[in-house]
């Protein structure tokens, strides 16, 4: 069936550099997009969503791009701090306010 | 936004029996969400559960093996039934308080399931 997997399992980054961690989606249908934050012990916290009739989204610190010609999503992350580490997921709204998870990316920063 | 409490927040349980935990939201919501969380995995949705109908479960969850209990528009309980170390998990009860258009889900801090 279709879903949501990512690229890559792992990022490992400089404190204060840029962070991308991307997603794939396969369902053209999707019309809602969700990036989310897992610290370890935690639930899931909302970071940034985005519609598909938009290509980017800013928040603070971060970015999220959609490409809906390949399905691939991205989110940005600015000056990345040691609080950043944690697992992200993207989650795409295949209907009905249905949201299904990606695999999730495990971000380190490294001081 | 919506403040969401999970109890217990872990448990060890034998092989056999039966764990109910629940999930107190502090505001009405119509929409509230089990998802499971294998160690090292992505969320999966169990379940989901509207006040005043039955929880309408995903492929591959049965109501026999997690039954849910959706009482008022702030409390739900999942079940899990006659436990297996498989189902050693996180399980997270989930929000949406979005209305219409909009949608804004929020998750409790999860239950951490092991099954011995």
């Known amino acids: 069936g279709e879903n949501v997997g990512l690229h890559l399992p792992t990022l490992s980054v400089q404190e204060g550099d840029n962070s991308i961690i991307n997603c794939a989606y396969s369902?053209?249908?999707?019309?809602?997009f969700i990036w989310y934050k897992q610290e370890s012990g935690k639930g899931p916290q909302f970071i940034i969503d985005i519609r598909s009739n938009m290509d980017k989204r800013q928040g603070q610190r971060v970015t999220v791009l959609l490409n809906k010609t390949v399905k691939h999503l991205s989110l940005q992350i600015a000056a990345t701090q040691p609080g950043d580490s944690a697992v992200y997921f993207c989650a795409e709204n295949i209907g009905n306010n249905d949201m299904r998870f990606g695999a999730g990316t495990r971000l380190t920063v490294k001081p | 936004s919506a403040v969401i409490s999970q109890k217990p927040s872990r448990d060890i349980c034998q092989r056999g029996t039966s764990l109910t935990i629940q999930c107190q939201v502090d505001?009405?919501?119509?929409?509230m969400f089990w998802y499971r969380q294998q160690p090292g995995q992505s969320l999966t949705l169990i379940a989901t559960?509207?006040?005043?109908?039955?929880?309408?479960?995903e492929s591959g969850f049965v109501i026999d093996k997690f039954p849910i209990s959706r009482p008022n528009l702030t409390f739900s309980t999942l079940t899990v039934s006659n436990m297996s170390p498989e189902d050693s998990s996180i399980y997270l009860c989930?929000?949406?308080?979005?209305?219409?258009?909009?949608?804004?889900?929020?998750f409790g801090p999860g239950t951490r399931l092991t099954v011995t």
């Open positions: 369902n053209s249908a999707s019309d809602y």
């Open positions: 559960a509207n006040q005043g109908s039955e929880a309408t479960y």
């Open positions: 505001s009405q919501v119509t929409m």
């Open positions: 989930s929000v949406d308080t979005g209305t219409g258009s909009t949608y804004e889900q929020y």
